[in-house]
């Protein structure tokens, strides 16, 4: 579109000058022909006054000669040119004419020359000669001294003037088209020119319009045209302020929303994605990224959400609803339909995702169930032995104090219980912090294998810490001593032969214990849940142990507030180990 544009402009430009052009040198070459003629003439005219004087100065002692005589020489001195000589008496009568019989001529009292010559002054006239049948020139003198006649007149053919007249017309006319030739060149450069700087604005605007602000337009020649091209790089400059405020604000809000937690879409009046983040995306459980213009009904099958579409357009401004997502896993999501333009409408969708909440909710459930459970047994021996001895069983002097044992170790087993939860709930905290100093965790394993010696012997096991080198660490020293005291007493408390070994040493900047034992090992399904609260593989043997259930799940606790992790290997009937690790600093 651009070159046509160009030629299209160029050839208006032309065009239009060249017929200005045009127009003016047709009339400055009318004027000029009219100018030239009247020049001629009146050259011509005082060519002929000259001739007229000098003939009366040469005629002037010739009065005495006879009428036919004059004629004769007058005519013989015409011959050799090609004037007319008259002289004409004063009563306007012709006396002789070197062209005609003068007695064949009518008086020319009333001709303006003559009249000007018997006036005492020199007459010009231009005029179709009757007696010849030419146009002629006529020049008329008064006649000097005494002489027949009065007046002098000299006439000379118009054929000549024109003559001369057609040459410089063709001069003039010759250099008007070269005037006209140079003209219209320069004409179609200039408006090529300009054809060719509105072409370039053009484009420059073309660009802008397609987003290229970079590009700047002339400015020079500081004419209509530059100052065009300077409100062309201002607009760009103002629109390259305001699209870089408008990416801005778009980047701002594409990143607000692509780290939203909850799923976010705009969909058209035909359930058709406009836009989506991500989190609405993963909430649907979609493979990938999911275009604009993407049918909702593919992303995913769930008539509720469409039913809440429906309802949201019908009229009312903001729907609720809970609902149940069956996506790879299922999901519990709060979805919020807001109608946003009633002609359009469009339709902003939320997707709360409430799975995690929903999932502590079961777990606050489950929890309580479990302490209501652990609680329960205990509770129910201490109250079932109390009975027992009030209702005679303090007369049982064989027996009573096999009751007292067991309400202190039911008394014991809740003690446990309830300092285990208190460390739980302390190590769950948000503000729950650590001690951190600088210790030797050799020392601190060996210190825990002494303490757990004794009941290592009386369950028959040996208790073996490998030796190695010192291993410095900054930690908590009282929560590690709790992880290493946790490990080994499930340790001793499960393992019936054989023995426990516990090692440690530092691979790739981190600290790693193990404690090893030669028990009856954990099933595979059961490995992933040992770190649970109250989840025991053998719940039956678990109580007879005095175990609560919760020790591996404090050990987990306190190794993630160290950046560290807790691993288990195990086969059933080959032992278990227990592995942690955590950075030295």
Request: glycine residues 8%; charged residues 25%; hydrophobic residues 45%.
């Amino acid at each position: 579109m651009g070159p046509a544009v160009i030629r299209s402009l160029r050839s208006q430009l032309f065009v239009a000058t060249a017929i200005v052009l045009l127009l003016t040198m047709v009339a400055l070459l009318v004027s000029l022909a009219g100018v030239e003629r009247r020049w001629l003439q009146a050259r011509n005219a005082e060519s002929l006054q000259r001739t007229a004087r000098e003939v009366a100065l040469v005629l002037r002692d010739m009065g005495s000669v006879p009428a036919d005589t004059l004629a004769a020489r007058l005519g013989a001195a015409d011959a050799a040119g090609n004037c007319r000589i008259t002289l004409i008496a004063s009563d306007g009568r012709v006396v002789a004419d070197s062209r005609a019989d003068a007695s064949t001529l009518e008086n020319h009292a009333a001709r303006p020359e003559v009249r000007a010559a018997l006036a005492g002054g020199a007459g010009v006239a231009v005029r179709h000669s009757q007696s010849l049948g030419v146009d002629l020139q006529y020049a008329a003198v008064p006649m000097f001294g005494a002489a027949p006649w009065a007046v002098v007149r000299v006439a000379e053919p118009l054929e000549m003037v024109r003559a001369l007249d057609r040459s410089l017309l063709r001069v003039s006319a010759l250099a008007v088209v070269i005037v006209l030739l140079a003209s219209f060149l320069l004409a179609f450069w200039v408006s090529g020119r300009f054809a060719s700087r509105v072409g370039a604005l053009e484009a420059v605007s073309a660009r802008i319009g397609a987003g290229d602000i970079s590009v700047r337009a002339l400015e020079l020649p500081a004419d209509e045209l530059g100052r065009l091209g300077s409100a062309l790089n201002r607009m760009s400059a103002e629109l390259r302020d305001r699209l870089g405020a408008l990416e801005r604000e778009r980047d701002e809000r594409e990143h607000i929303l692509a780290h939203m937690t909850d799923g976010v879409a705009l969909l058209d009046a035909t359930n058709h994605l406009v836009h989506a983040n991500a989190s609405f995306v993963e909430l649907l459980g979609a493979v990938g990224p999911v275009s604009s213009g993407a049918p909702f009904a593919e992303l995913v099958r769930a008539p509720e959400l469409e039913d809440l579409l429906t309802r949201a357009r019908s009229g009312q401004n903001t729907v609720e609803a809970d609902l149940r997502l069956w996506s790879p896993r299922q999901r519990f999501v709060r979805a919020v339909a807001t109608r946003l333009d009633a002609e359009r409408g469009e339709v902003l969708l939320v997707l709360h995702d409430l799975t995690e909440v929903e999932r502590v909710h079961r777990i606050r459930q489950d929890f309580v169930a479990n302490v209501s459970h652990e609680l329960r047994t205990p509770l129910t021996s201490l109250r079932g032995y109390a009975e027992t001895l009030l209702d005679g069983g303090l007369e049982d002097e064989a027996r009573r104090e096999g009751f007292v044992r067991v309400i202190r170790d039911q008394a014991e087993r809740l003690q446990a219980l309830v300092d285990d939860l208190l460390s739980l709930a302390e190590l769950e905290r948000p503000e729950a912090g650590l001690r951190a100093e600088r210790f030797d965790l050799r020392a601190l394993l060996a210190r825990q294998v002494g303490l757990f010696r004794a009941a290592a012997d009386r369950a028959g096991l040996a208790l073996v810490l490998e030796e190695g080198e010192p291993l410095e660490l900054a930690a908590d020293r009282a929560r590690l001593e709790q992880v290493v005291a946790n490990l080994l007493d499930n340790a001793v408390k499960y393992t019936e032969r054989g023995g426990i070994t516990v090692r440690a040493g530092e691979e790739g900047g981190r600290v790693w214990c193990e404690v090893e034992d030669t028990g009856p090992g954990v099933p595979p399904d059961d490995q992933s849940r040992v770190f649970e609260r109250f989840y025991r593989v053998d719940k039956a043997r678990s109580r007879d142990k005095g175990g609560t259930g919760l020790g591996l799940s404090i050990v987990k606790h306190i190794l993630a507030l160290h950046r560290g992790e807790v691993s288990l290997r195990s086969e059933p009937g080959a032992g278990s180990t227990f592995r942690f690790e955590l950075p030295r600093t």
